[in-house]
Protein backbone atom coordinates (compact mmCIF):
# COMPACT_ATOMS: atom_id res chain seq x y z
CA UNK A 1 0.00 0.00 0.00
CA UNK A 2 2.53 2.62 0.79
CA UNK A 3 4.34 1.32 -2.52
CA UNK A 4 1.18 2.61 -4.25
CA UNK A 5 1.05 5.56 -2.93
CA UNK A 6 4.66 6.69 -3.29
CA UNK A 7 4.29 5.60 -6.80
CA UNK A 8 1.05 8.20 -6.35
CA UNK A 9 2.92 11.27 -5.67
CA UNK A 10 5.66 10.87 -7.83
CA UNK A 11 3.03 10.84 -11.03
CA UNK A 12 1.61 14.15 -9.18
CA UNK A 13 4.34 15.86 -9.15
CA UNK A 14 5.92 15.17 -12.53
CA UNK A 15 2.59 15.83 -14.16
CA UNK A 16 2.75 19.25 -12.31
CA UNK A 17 5.87 20.01 -13.31
CA UNK A 18 5.18 18.74 -17.38
CA UNK A 19 2.57 21.50 -16.85
CA UNK A 20 4.18 24.29 -15.74
CA UNK A 21 6.78 23.59 -18.52
CA UNK A 22 4.14 23.22 -21.39
CA UNK A 23 2.13 26.40 -19.53
CA UNK A 24 5.11 28.88 -20.03
CA UNK A 25 5.83 29.07 -24.14
CA UNK A 26 1.91 29.08 -24.33
CA UNK A 27 1.71 32.11 -22.13
CA UNK A 28 5.16 33.45 -23.62
CA UNK A 29 3.27 32.89 -27.07
CA UNK A 30 0.57 35.35 -26.69
CA UNK A 31 2.29 38.30 -25.71
CA UNK A 32 3.51 40.36 -28.73
CA UNK A 33 7.80 40.94 -28.80
CA UNK A 34 9.46 44.05 -30.49
CA UNK A 35 13.24 42.33 -31.93
CA UNK A 36 14.12 45.56 -33.67
CA UNK A 37 15.06 48.02 -33.56
CA UNK A 38 17.28 47.69 -30.31
CA UNK A 39 16.71 48.89 -27.08
CA UNK A 40 18.03 52.89 -27.04
CA UNK A 41 18.91 52.50 -30.52
CA UNK A 42 19.41 55.78 -32.50
CA UNK A 43 17.04 55.92 -35.68
CA UNK A 44 15.98 58.31 -38.15
CA UNK A 45 13.67 58.19 -41.05
CA UNK A 46 11.33 55.61 -41.65
CA UNK A 47 12.00 52.74 -39.18
CA UNK A 48 11.03 49.06 -40.00
CA UNK A 49 9.93 47.50 -36.40
CA UNK A 50 10.31 43.50 -36.80
CA UNK A 51 9.74 41.02 -34.36
CA UNK A 52 6.01 38.69 -33.29
CA UNK A 53 2.85 39.31 -32.60
CA UNK A 54 0.40 35.61 -32.20
CA UNK A 55 -2.55 34.76 -30.21
CA UNK A 56 -4.68 31.41 -30.18
CA UNK A 57 -7.37 34.09 -29.72
CA UNK A 58 -6.05 36.37 -32.53
CA UNK A 59 -7.97 39.65 -33.86
CA UNK A 60 -5.68 41.99 -35.08
CA UNK A 61 -2.33 43.51 -33.78
CA UNK A 62 -1.45 47.05 -33.56
CA UNK A 63 1.74 49.77 -33.32
CA UNK A 64 1.87 52.29 -30.91
CA UNK A 65 4.39 55.32 -30.06
CA UNK A 66 4.50 57.54 -27.09
CA UNK A 67 6.82 60.18 -25.92
CA UNK A 68 9.62 58.94 -23.36
CA UNK A 69 9.04 58.82 -20.72
CA UNK A 70 5.46 57.36 -21.15
CA UNK A 71 3.28 59.89 -19.06
CA UNK A 72 0.28 57.38 -18.67
CA UNK A 73 -1.37 54.15 -20.54
CA UNK A 74 -3.31 57.46 -22.98
CA UNK A 75 -0.54 59.03 -23.86
CA UNK A 76 0.38 56.18 -26.38
CA UNK A 77 -0.34 57.66 -30.10
CA UNK A 78 -1.47 54.84 -32.84
CA UNK A 79 0.63 54.45 -35.42
CA UNK A 80 -0.74 53.93 -39.35
CA UNK A 81 -3.35 50.63 -39.28
CA UNK A 82 -4.71 47.66 -37.72
CA UNK A 83 -3.26 44.15 -39.04
CA UNK A 84 -5.68 41.20 -39.20
CA UNK A 85 -2.79 38.68 -40.37
CA UNK A 86 -0.82 36.89 -37.31
CA UNK A 87 3.04 37.89 -37.76
CA UNK A 88 5.40 34.73 -35.96
CA UNK A 89 8.84 36.75 -36.64
CA UNK A 90 8.66 39.32 -39.15
CA UNK A 91 8.04 42.75 -40.26
CA UNK A 92 5.37 44.27 -37.92
CA UNK A 93 4.97 47.51 -39.69
CA UNK A 94 6.54 50.90 -40.31
CA UNK A 95 7.45 54.12 -38.45
CA UNK A 96 8.04 57.87 -39.98
CA UNK A 97 9.84 59.52 -37.34
CA UNK A 98 10.21 62.75 -39.59
CA UNK A 99 6.74 63.48 -38.55
CA UNK A 100 7.83 64.04 -34.71
CA UNK A 101 10.65 66.30 -33.16
CA UNK A 102 14.03 64.32 -32.34
CA UNK A 103 13.97 63.05 -28.77
CA UNK A 104 13.58 59.51 -26.72
CA UNK A 105 10.45 57.88 -27.22
CA UNK A 106 8.74 54.31 -26.90
CA UNK A 107 7.56 51.69 -28.82
CA UNK A 108 4.50 49.10 -28.61
CA UNK A 109 2.83 46.19 -30.01
CA UNK A 110 -0.56 45.33 -29.36
CA UNK A 111 -2.25 42.05 -29.51
CA UNK A 112 -6.27 42.67 -30.05
CA UNK A 113 -8.05 39.05 -28.92
CA UNK A 114 -11.51 37.68 -30.31
CA UNK A 115 -13.28 38.93 -27.00
CA UNK A 116 -11.89 42.41 -27.17
CA UNK A 117 -9.30 41.90 -24.81
CA UNK A 118 -5.63 42.72 -25.67
CA UNK A 119 -2.15 42.41 -24.92
CA UNK A 120 1.05 44.83 -25.06
CA UNK A 121 4.50 44.06 -25.56
CA UNK A 122 7.08 45.32 -23.66
CA UNK A 123 7.68 49.32 -24.67
CA UNK A 124 10.93 49.59 -26.56
CA UNK A 125 12.64 52.51 -25.81
CA UNK A 126 14.18 54.42 -28.54
CA UNK A 127 15.89 58.14 -29.77
CA UNK A 128 14.97 59.48 -32.53
CA UNK A 129 17.82 61.65 -34.29
CA UNK A 130 16.56 63.39 -38.03
CA UNK A 131 18.11 66.67 -37.27
CA UNK A 132 21.51 65.75 -35.56
CA UNK A 133 23.61 62.69 -36.29
CA UNK A 134 24.05 59.82 -33.11
CA UNK A 135 26.36 60.77 -30.59
CA UNK A 136 29.25 58.33 -31.12
CA UNK A 137 32.33 58.18 -29.07
CA UNK A 138 35.07 60.77 -30.10
CA UNK A 139 38.53 58.81 -30.68
CA UNK A 140 41.33 59.56 -28.51
CA UNK A 141 44.35 61.58 -30.08
CA UNK A 142 47.48 60.05 -29.27
CA UNK A 143 50.62 62.60 -29.34
CA UNK A 144 53.67 60.81 -31.30
CA UNK A 145 57.38 61.78 -30.15
CA UNK A 146 58.29 63.59 -33.16
CA UNK A 147 61.44 62.49 -34.39
CA UNK A 148 64.54 64.99 -34.90
CA UNK A 149 65.21 64.83 -38.28
CA UNK A 150 69.09 63.79 -38.94
CA UNK A 151 71.27 66.54 -39.59
CA UNK A 152 72.50 66.12 -43.10
CA UNK A 153 76.85 65.84 -43.62
CA UNK A 154 78.37 69.09 -44.71
CA UNK A 155 79.00 69.99 -48.16
CA UNK A 156 82.47 69.46 -48.83
CA UNK A 157 84.67 73.06 -50.22
CA UNK A 158 85.96 71.99 -53.69
CA UNK A 159 89.31 74.27 -53.97
CA UNK A 160 89.47 75.75 -57.82
CA UNK A 161 93.13 76.45 -59.13
CA UNK A 162 93.70 79.30 -60.77
CA UNK A 163 95.71 78.82 -63.96
CA UNK A 164 98.30 81.28 -65.46
CA UNK A 165 98.44 82.16 -68.83
CA UNK A 166 101.89 82.72 -69.80
CA UNK A 167 102.12 84.89 -72.50
CA UNK A 168 105.45 84.14 -75.22
CA UNK A 169 107.22 86.89 -75.71
CA UNK A 170 107.82 88.25 -79.13
CA UNK A 171 112.04 87.11 -80.07
CA UNK A 172 113.62 88.46 -83.20
CA UNK A 173 114.62 85.26 -85.43
CA UNK A 174 117.82 85.70 -86.86
CA UNK A 175 118.02 84.51 -89.86
CA UNK A 176 121.46 82.21 -90.77
CA UNK A 177 122.98 82.00 -94.18
CA UNK A 178 125.33 79.39 -94.68
CA UNK A 179 128.74 80.78 -96.08
CA UNK A 180 130.64 78.11 -97.28
CA UNK A 181 134.01 77.70 -95.26
CA UNK A 182 137.56 77.27 -97.58
CA UNK A 183 140.35 74.72 -96.66
CA UNK A 184 142.54 77.50 -94.31
CA UNK A 185 139.33 78.83 -92.24
CA UNK A 186 138.50 81.51 -94.57
CA UNK A 187 134.43 82.38 -96.31
CA UNK A 188 134.68 81.73 -99.69
CA UNK A 189 131.96 83.77 -101.68
CA UNK A 190 129.23 82.01 -103.44
CA UNK A 191 130.28 82.33 -106.70
CA UNK A 192 133.97 80.55 -105.85
CA UNK A 193 131.67 77.04 -104.70
CA UNK A 194 129.59 77.36 -107.80
CA UNK A 195 132.82 77.21 -110.25
CA UNK A 196 134.59 74.17 -107.66
CA UNK A 197 131.26 72.38 -108.25
CA UNK A 198 131.19 72.60 -112.49
CA UNK A 199 135.04 72.09 -112.48
CA UNK A 200 136.67 70.28 -115.18
CA UNK A 201 137.25 66.68 -112.94
CA UNK A 202 133.85 66.45 -112.55
CA UNK A 203 132.82 67.43 -115.80
CA UNK A 204 134.55 64.72 -117.32
CA UNK A 205 133.12 62.19 -114.55
CA UNK A 206 129.87 63.11 -115.48
CA UNK A 207 130.78 62.61 -119.08
CA UNK A 208 132.51 59.06 -119.05
CA UNK A 209 129.30 57.78 -116.63
CA UNK A 210 126.81 58.59 -119.49
CA UNK A 211 128.42 57.02 -122.18
CA UNK A 212 128.86 53.63 -120.14
CA UNK A 213 124.90 53.96 -119.57
CA UNK A 214 124.50 54.45 -123.42
CA UNK A 215 126.97 51.60 -124.49
CA UNK A 216 125.15 49.58 -121.84
CA UNK A 217 121.84 50.97 -123.25
CA UNK A 218 122.73 49.69 -126.72
CA UNK A 219 124.18 46.30 -126.31
CA UNK A 220 120.86 45.27 -124.86
CA UNK A 221 118.92 46.40 -127.91
CA UNK A 222 121.68 44.75 -129.88
CA UNK A 223 121.06 41.49 -127.73
CA UNK A 224 117.32 41.56 -127.99
CA UNK A 225 117.35 41.54 -131.56
CA UNK A 226 119.73 38.69 -131.90
CA UNK A 227 117.90 37.09 -130.07
CA UNK A 228 114.78 37.62 -131.92
CA UNK A 229 116.33 37.30 -135.07
CA UNK A 230 117.63 33.60 -133.79
CA UNK A 231 114.35 32.49 -133.12
CA UNK A 232 112.70 34.01 -136.08
CA UNK A 233 115.31 31.96 -137.82
CA UNK A 234 114.62 28.68 -136.07
CA UNK A 235 111.27 29.29 -136.32
CA UNK A 236 111.30 29.40 -140.22
CA UNK A 237 114.16 26.18 -140.31
CA UNK A 238 112.36 23.91 -138.21
CA UNK A 239 108.36 24.97 -138.87
CA UNK A 240 106.06 21.88 -140.52
Not at 210 to 225: D, K, P, Q, R
Amino acid sequence: MKRLLFIFVIALVALAAATAVFAAPLAQQGKPVIAQPEQDAAVRGVVQIVGSATHPQFQRYEIYYARWPVASDQSWIFVGDAHFQQQPLGLLGTWDTRAVPDGAYGLRVRVVKQDGNYIDSDPRRITVANTRLPDTPTPSVTNTPSTPPTPLPPSPTIAVPTVQLLRPTATATSQVQATPILPGGASAPAATVVEQIFSGKRLLEAARTAAMYTLAAFAVVGVFFGVKGVLVWLWHKFRP
